[in-house]
Each structure stands twice: as C-alpha cells, then as structure tokens.
C-alpha cells in the first residue's frame, strides 16, 4: 500500500515561518492530484491547498492564500507547503493527501476525495 510520509512540524512564534514536506515510494505521487489538510483540536479535517492531477497550479483556502505556497517536485517526489506569516489559528495536525483519481477542482476541498493519507505532523504556532 501506497504510504505518504510528512516532516518538517513543530512549534513557531506568530509571524514566523514553517517548510512542510511530503515524500512516497510511489514514483507516480508528484503526478496525482494532490493536496494539503489541516485539523485542529475539536475541529473537521479542512483543506488547505491542493493540485489537479498533472497541473503545477495550486489551489488555496481563503484563510491562507498569500501567506502559504504549495509546490510539487517531480524530480524529488515531493510535494511541499511553505507557510509564512503564521497566526495561532494555523495550529492543527497537517496532513498531506493523494486524491482518488482525477478530481474536478471544488472536489479538491472535500476530504473525502482523498485516496491516501499521510501520518500528519504538527505545527504549532504560539508566543
């Protein structure tokens, strides 16, 4: 089974920045549509950002465009998130998600399109 690995959490200050990661043994995951979710404590699973299947554009949420960039790189099979700029309220478990098949862009926002899952990797951001 297909298994997705994320790195690069942990506690910030507000204002400060965080680089995300996202690697699979699958050598075709930079090609799928892919994406970015987040769940905060008590809260539902939310997108984040995300990629249609064979597309370098990505798509934000309206809570973090501007202040994240989402990016693929197919010569690594990565998929990444910088965020900048982070406020409390960007504090959840993020994780990094592979899309069943070839979703039309506002599936890209439901989490149940997703096929596979990473573990999750925390990002706290607190003074």
């Known amino acids: 089974q297909v298994q997705l690995v994320e790195s690069g959490g942990g506690l910030v200050q507000p204002g400060g920045s965080l680089k995300l990661s996202c690697t699979s043994s699958?050598?075709?995951?930079?090609?799928?549509?892919l994406g970015w979710f987040r769940q905060g404590l008590g809260k539902e699973r939310e997108f984040v950002a995300g990629?249609?299947?064979?597309?370098?554009?990505?798509y934000y949420s309206g809570s973090v465009k501007g202040r994240f960039t989402a990016s693929r790189d197919v010569s690594k099979n990565t998929l990444s998130l910088q965020m900048n700029s982070l406020k409390p309220e960007d504090t959840a478990l993020y994780y990094c998600a592979r899309y069943r098949g070839s979703p039309i862009l506002s599936a890209l926002w439901v989490a149940e399109t997703v096929d596979t899952w990473g573990q999750g990797t925390q990002v706290t951001v607190s003074s």
């Open positions: 990629f249609k299947r064979g597309q370098n554009n990505a």
């Open positions: 699958d050598r075709t995951f930079t090609t799928s549509a």
